[in-house]
């Protein structure tokens, strides 16, 4: 297939730089009509193949994904997404942490899990930072609907 269009294209341009150098007399005329009559010949060969039983056959090239472009995009929103936790965490709830986000390397990116380090639960009663776990990790359930775990 290949080969065809770059017939094609070899012989249009070669009709057009004859146009251009022929002179303008019956000669020139003649090698216009020459070029005009191979662009044609060339634009039916298809036809006399498919005529005597050949096929035409396009070839299909096989997509590949490019495996270290999806890691490398995993490892940048994995990044955007765990500062945005920490900050998410440290306004709702008066909480410093760490997160490790795990996302899937393929064409949709989704949440594999999600893990919160609380670092320092700021000021709470002796047992509340047990409520405030539990409520940090269905938060982030709900909001990017993956595992989730905090220590």
Known sequence: ????????AGVVLLSALVAM????????????????LVTLF???APIGKLAAGDEFIFSVGKI?????????CVQELSAQDEAEIVLWLDETY???GEADVKRNADATFSYQKIQVTILD???YEQDEH???SEQIEAALE???GCQAEVM
Do not use: C, N, Q
């Not at 297939?1 to 094609?8: P, Q, R």
């Not at 150098?21 to 005009?36: H, N, R, Y």
């Open 94 to 96: 008066d909480v410093v």
């Open 64 to 72: 590949e994904t490019d495996e270290a472009y999806l890691a490398y």
């Open 21 to 36: 150098i022929a002179p303008s007399g019956k000669m020139g005329e003649f090698l216009k009509g020459v070029t005009k």
């Open 130 to 132: 047990i409520h405030i």
């Open 1 to 8: 297939m290949t080969g065809y269009i770059l017939s094609i």
């Open 121 to 123: 639960f700021g000021i």
């Open 142 to 144: 709900t909001r990017y």
């Open 42 to 44: 060339i634009l039916l």
